[in-house]
């Protein structure tokens, strides 16, 4: 059997419990908006894109509105509180890490979450420096009305 090289290893859940943070900023962020949800709402989006859980909320409320404008408000949020230490790191990542290193295998991050958004979690965390390797979710930005 061949001897293993890498540890790829997953962002949320796995490295930070950013799950009680994304619930907090898509409260605060709703809120802002006037949008009525319930715990349930967002509890049922764990794992899941914002932009179907915002679409289905705003129709709910009679009110058409732009997803991805409203997913980047809501990233704001999120990483704003990240920036303010409310992330926590998952115990036992550190030693994952460091234990793996000590094996001479290669660290990588792969996640679904966007790039700036991992590069804020690790940072957040102290792990960024650690995990410089990072496949990461690729959204396409608008410009001038088109997709690119």
Known sequence: MPALAALLLDLDGTLVDSEPCHIKAHDIFLKRQGISFTQQDLLNNIGLGDGDLYTTLA????????????????????????????LPMQAGAPELIDQAKALGWTCMVVTSSERRVAAAS???????????????????????????
């Open 122 to 148: 690790l940072t957040a965390v102290g792990l960024a420096e650690r995990l410089p390797m990072r496949i990461c979710l690729h959204i396409l930005r608008r410009t001038s009305g088109r997709r690119r």
């Open 59 to 86: 129709k709910r409320a009679g009110r058409t509105i732009d997803a991805a404008a409203w997913m980047d408000e809501k990233t704001e949020v999120l990483l704003d509180m990240y920036r303010r230490g409310e």
